[in-house]
């Protein structure tokens, strides 16, 4: 098994940046494509960006396309997440989730394992 912890939420400005962390701990960040989702009070978690296990691929929801950038550290076991250019919007809590698959996954259920999540709120 691999547990995820999410880093890195906070309150910022519209058009201010974060860098979300997630960091892996048991089995290592390399046996897993990877993933990031989102949630807010009252909706449907949401897919945000994906990278495959080899990091040669990713793919991003058409909301944050040229926003945000999914990268993964795997000598240091550890997904990030870039985003930039934040709107209100984007505010939701905010996850890391790790599938064994080496292929990148869009929907909630094609993820096994998941983090805690990180809250990110953006002001206007």
């Known amino acids: 098994q691999v547990q995820l912890v999410e880093s890195g939420g906070g309150l910022v400005q519209a058009g201010g940046s974060l860098r979300l962390a997630c960091a892996s701990s048991?089995?290592?960040?390399?046996?897993?494509?990877m993933g990031w989702f989102r949630q807010a009070p009252g909706k449907e978690r949401e897919f945000v960006a994906a990278i495959n296990r080899i990091d040669t691929v990713t793919y991003y929801a058409e909301s944050v396309k040229g926003r945000f950038t999914i990268s993964r550290d795997n000598a240091k076991n550890t997904l990030y997440l870039q985003m930039s250019s934040l709107k209100p919007e984007d505010t939701a809590i905010y996850f890391c989730?790790?599938?064994?698959?080496?292929?990148?996954?869009?929907?909630?259920?094609?993820?096994?394992?998941w983090g805690q999540g990180t809250q990110v709120t953006v002001s206007s």
């Open positions: 989730a790790a599938r064994t698959d080496a292929g990148i996954g869009l929907r909630p259920n094609e993820y096994t394992y």
């Open positions: 048991g089995r290592t960040l390399n046996r897993y494509a």
